[in-house]
């Protein structure tokens, strides 16, 4: 839907109104028949339509472009009101400031930010709805820090919220030595899984290294034999070259 004709001061060219609600053309879109239209308007349209619904030409969406630069410009430049002129507000501005004018406007209804209040107020007077909503927080005039609601201040008990508070921490206190302890516990674990592992391997090496030495041991036994073999194999070719 576009801007309401009603608000606007002076004339507005027939051109920069919208082809199907007949306001002031808002986000505008332009066809190939140069029609102009609305973004929202003329995206409705072809949801049921695939025609203009001025001239009834053929159209698509994505054959939608934007508005000329020119008629941009007018657009820009047409003077209106405030929407929140019934609340007060008498600014007349351009239609290309109207929206950053629109957020910050000191009439404009905003909701209470506390949280349960359903009030809206003019921004402008906020400050002072703030000041004595019923939902408002503040810290506690005893004391004990807690951060009560007005609407809770006959319920409100110091040694019970402190109590509770108390009970919370040390509900806290004991998940986070349990969470500390279970992770020791699995660091743990992890460790003697790890030197298990190096025991096996270690003790894998230990047995490699006796069999090696089991061979070799073998190895230097037949090897001493074989000496004494050949050195009675000497002694005896001695001997018999002497008889010789």
């Known amino acids: 839907m576009g801007y309401d004709i009603d608000r606007f001061v002076g004339y507005v060219n027939e051109g920069l109104l919208c082809s199907i609600c007949r306001d002031v053309l808002e986000d505008p879109l332009q066809a190939p028949c140069e029609h102009a239209f609305c973004t929202a308007c003329i995206h409705g349209w072809l949801v049921h339509h695939s025609n203009c619904p001025e001239d009834r030409q053929m159209i698509d969406v994505s054959l939608l472009r934007p508005l000329y630069r020119y008629m941009k410009n007018d ?25 950053r004018h ?8 905003i909701p209470c930010s506390n949280a349960g209040c359903s009030v809206q107020v003019e921004r402008r007077n906020l400050d002072g709805h703030l000041a004595v909503c019923e939902y408002r927080s503040r810290e506690c005039p005893n004391g004990c820090g807690y951060t009560i609601l007005s609407a809770e201040d006959a319920q409100h008990n110091c040694v019970a919220e402190l109590r509770t ?7 806290e206190m004991i998940c986070r030595v349990e969470e500390a302890k279970h992770e020791m ?20 090496e230990i047995e490699e290294l006796k069999s090696q030495m089991s061979r070799l041991m073998s190895d230097v036994r037949s090897l001493l034999a074989a000496e004494r073999q050949h050195r009675q194999e ?11």
């Open 185 to 204: 516990e699995s660091r743990l674990d992890s460790q003697r899984r790890h030197m298990v592992q190096k025991e096996s391997i270690l003790q894998n």
């Open 165 to 171: 508070e108390l009970e919370l921490l040390r509900s």
């Open 234 to 244: 000497l002694e005896q070719a001695e001997l018999e070259k002497r008889e010789l």
């Open 75 to 99: 657009l820009n430049r047409l003077q209106l009101r405030c929407k929140n002129r019934e609340h007060g507000c008498e600014m007349v501005c351009s239609l290309e400031s109207i929206g």
């Open 102 to 109: 629109e957020r910050e406007c000191e009439y404009c209804q």
